[in-house]
């Protein structure tokens, strides 16, 4: 009896391990490890950048929404919207048959942006809350995809930016607004951020010096497949030396390539 039960189990494990079905199904992998990032993160101070005054005497909006070729009935993405600067205009921007989500990272940000749609009665805008590392955004959603004066936030860009890149429609373009400067002091030196959307699949569709935003406008597509996790490359950046050096001139180490 004991020889027949011995005979019934060895012939069960050997069923199991014919390459039919597995005995223990396994969950499948999540995405990653993602890559550090190899420079300072700046601290979020808050969810204002300037007065909105202030920005509209500069005319900032409208010029970044006009280099970006904000029109009607697009659908955009606001990131890091803060109190709404952008979100608002850009609601006015698409018109009715227009689309604006705009998400922060942080829930009490969140809700009073969400309190100042409905009191403006903003009822192509809807307001989500993303993470540090993943914007949660629906897929194939986005004509544009917008990050002002916020990039240098961002502790985790690769993995950010690699979540970020199903978001986009086929002809779809992120729009970065920053300074030129060490992203310790509030800024992403332009051969650095070029470097980091390098690095998980995007294209640098233009780049230009925008004084009415303190800064730089740059623009980025997404090409070819999103690369696997492992094997994103980091980009390396000596922010070692004197400020005013590495403001300027940041020297980025992609893989064997230097650029200055």
Not at 31 to 57: C, H, K, L, M, Q
Not at 98 to 106: N, S, T
Not at 107 to 136: C, I, M, Q, Y
């Amino acid at each position: 009896m004991r020889r027949t039960g011995l005979l019934l189990l060895a012939a069960f494990v050997l069923t199991g391990c014919d390459g039919s079905q597995p005995l223990v199904k396994r969950k499948a992998k999540a995405p990653g490890p993602f890559p550090a990032a190899d420079r300072p993160v700046a601290n979020i101070v808050s969810s204002r950048w300037s007065t909105e005054e202030a920005r509209d005497r500069l005319n900032e909006a409208e010029r970044v929404m006009d280099l970006a070729g904000v029109r009607p009935g697009m659908t955009i993405a606001d990131i890091g919207a803060g109190e709404g600067y952008y979100t608002i205009r850009l609601a006015k921007r698409v018109g009715e048959d227009g689309r604006v989500l705009a998400q922060d990272i942080f829930p009490a940000v969140r809700d009073a942006l969400a309190e100042r749609v409905s009191r403006e009665r903003l009822e192509n805008v809807s307001v989500r809350l993303g993470t540090a590392s993943d914007p949660k955004l629906p897929d194939a959603s986005f004509d544009r995809v917008l990050m002002v004066h916020m990039y240098h936030e961002i502790a985790q860009p690769y993995e950010f930016l690699w979540r970020l890149r199903p978001s986009l429609r086929p002809d779809g373009l992120v729009v970065v607004v920053d300074a030129n400067r060490s992203t310790r002091d509030h800024g992403t030196p332009p051969v650095l951020l070029e470097c980091e959307f390098r690095a998980v699949g995007y294209q640098r569709v233009g780049m230009r010096e925008l004084r009415s935003a303190g800064g730089y406008f740059a623009t980025f597509r997404a090409v070819g497949a999103r690369p696997d996790p492992d094997a994103i490359r980091p980009c390396r950046i000596d922010d070692r030396r004197p400020a005013s050096t590495a403001t300027s001139h940041p020297t980025v180490r992609d893989g064997d390539r230097e650029a200055s």
